[in-house]
């Protein structure tokens, strides 16, 4: 059974735009995105729309919808009443590039930032070794698909355009937990979180994980770990005084951080 | 005023919308929820524990008062008074070990940034301050002190816990005997241990902090098993606040003779 839909769309670039409404003949079952599909191919060919894989997978088309961070196509018709009118805009913390498109560069650029894997030597017969169970922790961070909405909902960002040069977001938080929890790889991120990335500019209000599509559990798994771990090298007076008579700190763990002068 | 609004999501580059947020449901209801509830606790957890009087029902004591250090009324010191001189009210030596942990909880400061802090006041609704540095200065960088309030708390729960055994006697010390004053601090005391034990700083130490799981299998078992019941840290949070606060309360009323305790034996 079809209906019409209501919808309410922000058109337009960086020089200024505004909410237009449409209404779009949908079926039961379809997303948001078939709508817009529809729109696009029935009213207004020139709507710019990000999308690809169409279930959930990609990443592509992040946006709001009724002012919350969600997928386009993972977001069903039938959450919504059949009257209401379902307003979609583009990612409000980053720069529009045309309707529904935005310029998430921002986040490469952080991706960039982030030392890669370096892991230690191989062993004996040329192979590297890890248990089963040591290889399943870091799993859930790897359902990562980059849609980038944690990073459009998190408000050090999203309100503080001046903070985006100091602030990786919870996307990048979510990497340096994976290596920093990864057995066999050896760089000490620890003091790099907490400085360049911005870590302890988060104040773990967990909209991250509100909005994570793959339901990454980022605040409790991998932001609150490492700010443990950065409380462990840094805030620990333990460890401080350990360090001062000499006695070898056992939390480096097979890690070393580049930037420490010894 | 005008600086304000070229910032976050009214920035030049951004879309441009006008609305904070376009957010429909009731996305205030909570914070609306978290500031009420939190404040009146801060009211009335200050109010008593500023009394000084009024905390010990023979043979219950009051959690806002125990260890009760300072100059306290027979019966109640069960580990002396070292603090005989301090000349205020003797919950002031000890609350703040319990007030600290629960301010720098991972899960309360969440929900008061949002609820009183407005910072955001929900997710995608934009926060009303200009600027923003988290948790990155004094005094909000003492947040990371986090897991030394935990080793307090931990010791604070075992003395509740004490508490309670001496709860199974009557008002003459005789042992053996339960009243609803024993009921309530035993289950206060479940929740203050679930809340104690289900810290994020608990599962960090218990094994979070590892890189090879596979090389410490205890510690992996604790670890999982201090994940299961962090999944329900902010529900301990709410029930241990409710709990200690329905304890203090129930002995205010006993120890002023409003009302009498109910003995089942």
Known sequence: MGYDLKMRIWRGDQSGGDLQDYTVEVSEGEVVLDAIHRLQATQSGDLAVRWNCKAGKCGSCSAEINGRPRLLCMTRLSDFDQTETITVTPMRAFPVIRDLVTDVSFNYEKARELPSFQPQPRDADGKRRMMQVDVERGQEFRKCIECFLCQDTCHVVRDHEDNKPAFAGPRFFLRYAELDMHPLDTHDRRALAQDAAGLGMCNITKCCTEVCPEGIRITDNAIIPMKERVVDRKFDPLVWLGSKIGVRNRDNDGRTDPRDPD | ?265
């Open chain 2, 1 to 265: 005023m005008a600086t304000e609004e070229r910032t976050g999501v009214r920035g030049a580059t951004r879309a441009e919308i006008e609305a904070r947020t376009l957010r429909e449901d009731r996305w205030w209801l909570s914070p609306l929820v978290t500031f009420v509830v939190f404040g009146a606790f801060v009211i009335y957890a200050t109010v008593r524990a500023f009394m000084g009087r009024d905390y010990y029902a023979s043979p219950y004591l009051s959690p806002f008062y125990s260890p009760c250090l300072g100059d306290c009324v027979e019966g109640a010191s069960d580990f002396g008074q070292p603090f005989k001189a301090w000349p205020l009210s003797a919950a002031l030596i000890i609350l703040i070990f319990p007030l600290g942990f629960r301010m720098t909880c991972y899960y309360y400061r969440k929900a008061y940034y949002r609820a009183f802090w407005l910072s955001p006041p929900a997710c995608a609704v934009a926060e009303p301050h200009s600027a923003y540095s988290g948790e990155t200065r004094f005094p909000l960088i003492l947040q990371n002190l986090h897991r030394w309030f935990w080793y307090a708390a931990l010791v604070i729960a075992c003395v509740l816990t004490f508490d309670v055994v001496l709860a199974f006697r009557n008002a003459e010390h005789e042992w053996g005997h339960m009243g609803l004053g024993t009921v309530l601090m035993l289950v206060n005391v479940v929740y203050i241990w679930l809340y104690t034990l289900s810290c994020h700083s608990c599962r960090h130490a218990v094994g979070g902090r590892l890189r090879h799981f596979s090389k410490h299998p205890v510690r992996y078992r604790l670890w999982t098993w201090v994940s299961g019941l962090n999944a329900n840290h902010a529900r301990y949070a709410w029930i241990s606040l409710f709990s200690v606060a329905l304890v203090d309360l129930y002995i205010w009323l006993l120890a002023m003779g409003v009302i009498e305790d109910v003995r089942f034996f």
